[in-house]
């Protein structure tokens, strides 16, 4: 095995792994040097020159030409005799350059080399993808799926680097085959094992930050200012927005001309409802804001325990809980505050639909009572609990609790 051989090899690894000439010169120098060391117990009185172009690689040893019989080290010194077979012109004292070949190495040093390659380059490569990936934290990178796994999906970047995308950090209803092109945030990198291990995240609040910055130039160039983002994956998130300038609408500039800035968002989420809400120092405000659609009557706060009693009429109560109280939770989460939604009835004589009770009774319940012809509390209230029986398939205990939950409504 010669030395061009050995450097066309090499000259793989640099087209492969995409290795800059001179960080591929200073691994080949590294390699050798360890070898020559090994070999001759230093590598200080050799020359190596790498041209990766060429496909070159020397490896010359400097030795002292000294007197006939006067060697004590083979490595660093040579006699006289010997020195003039080179050259004829040398002289005692002066030092003599002489070029090493692969031949003068063993098989079984040229394959150590080799093998010390691969794991120089490979430690190189991690500790590249490694650096490179943990200055991206936070930012969004698009890839493609490669393999999908019931706890995770791999996927590659366009340098076919390896990136994890966990099922906890997926949203609900992502669905991803191979080949398709997904966008996440880079949520987490570590090394395990000397190996790095890069986490994407869809179901981060970062995630989201960064497509209001990709799709609203306001909030990119700092006019606007995002101050909080709470989200239910999939479901529904609530976004707060400032902004400095009184020319600038946040809220309009964020959803954009009907719609138009935000449509991307919510698509790529899955169609995840979007709540923009304009940010304000003062709580009774806030909280009013973070209900939305729904609209209140009155608040009372109790801003030591950070808790907040809400009144609104009763068709306001289903829009203020949301779909699974993900809009409640959510308003609680971004203004700090406790929430306590109540129905505010203007007199004895006002009626409350059925449905503004989900929140206390199953929805199995109320359609089974629909049924029957009963959609308000009151009309269910007029019949006696063996008319309610009689009716529907409801058991007693279930009735009993309905009417108690409906009487305390008109108490």
């Known amino acids: 095995m010669d030395h061009i051989n050995l450097v066309e090899t090499f000259s793989e690894f640099k087209e492969f792994k995409n290795i800059e000439r001179e960080t591929m010169m200073r691994i080949l120098e590294d390699v050798f040097r360890h070898m020559l060391a090994r070999k001759y117990g230093t590598d200080e009185n050799f020359d190596i020159i790498v041209n990766i172009d060429k496909g070159d690689l020397e490896i010359w040893r400097n030795r002292e030409i000294v007197e006939d019989g006067g060697v004590e080290d083979d490595n660093t010194q040579i006699e006289y005799t010997e020195a003039i077979k080179i050259e004829p012109d040398f002289e005692i004292g002066e030092d003599v350059s002489e070029e090493i070949k692969m031949g003068d190495f063993g ?18 490569e991690k500790d590249n993808v490694y650096k490179k990936y943990k200055d991206k934290i936070g930012e969004i990178i698009s890839g493609e799926v490669y393999q999908v796994w019931k706890k995770e ?17 997926q949203i609900p209803s992502d ?4 080949g398709d092109t997904i966008r996440a945030v880079v949520s987490k990198v570590e090394m395990r094992n000397n190996t790095p291990y890069i986490i994407l995240s869809r179901t981060s609040t970062i995630f989201l930050e960064r497509l ?25 998130a609530k976004i707060s927005v400032e902004s400095y300038d009184d020319r600038i609408d946040p809220v309009g500039a964020c959803v954009g001309m009907k719609g138009s800035r935000i449509h991307g968002i919510v698509r790529e989420l899955k169609n995840e409802n979007i709540d923009v809400i304009n940010f304000t120092n003062n709580s009774s405000l806030y909280i009013s804001r973070s209900l939305s659609p729904a609209k209140i009557s009155s608040i009372q706060l109790d801003d030591d325990n950070k808790k907040a009693d809400v009144y609104m009429k009763p ?52 359609k089974e009572l629909n049924t029957i012809g009963c959609d308000t509390a009151k009309s269910v209230l007029e019949l006696s609990v063996e008319e309610l029986v009689k009716r529907t398939d409801l058991e007693e205990v279930t009735i009993l609790e309905v009417m108690k939950i409906l009487k305390a409504e008109f108490e």
């Open 107 to 124: 098989r079984r040093e040229i394959l150590s080399v080799r093998q010390n390659l691969i794991a120089k380059i490979q430690e190189y």
């Open 153 to 169: 999906i791999l996927i590659l970047d366009d340098e076919y680097i390896e990136l994890i995308l966990p099922k906890s950090e």
């Open 175 to 178: 669905f991803y085959r191979k």
């Open 212 to 236: 209001f910055e990709s799709e609203v130039p306001e909030v990119y160039d700092g006019l606007i200012t995002i101050k909080k983002i709470v989200r239910v994956p999939g479901e529904r």
């Open 315 to 366: 068709d306001q109560v289903s829009l203020a809980i949301g779909k699974g109280g993900y809009n409640i939770k959510l308003a609680g989460k971004l203004t700090g505050y406790e929430i306590d939604v109540y129905r505010d009835t203007d007199s004895e004589n006002e009626d409350v639909d059925l449905t503004e009770f989900a929140d206390e009774i199953d929805q199995w319940i109320i």
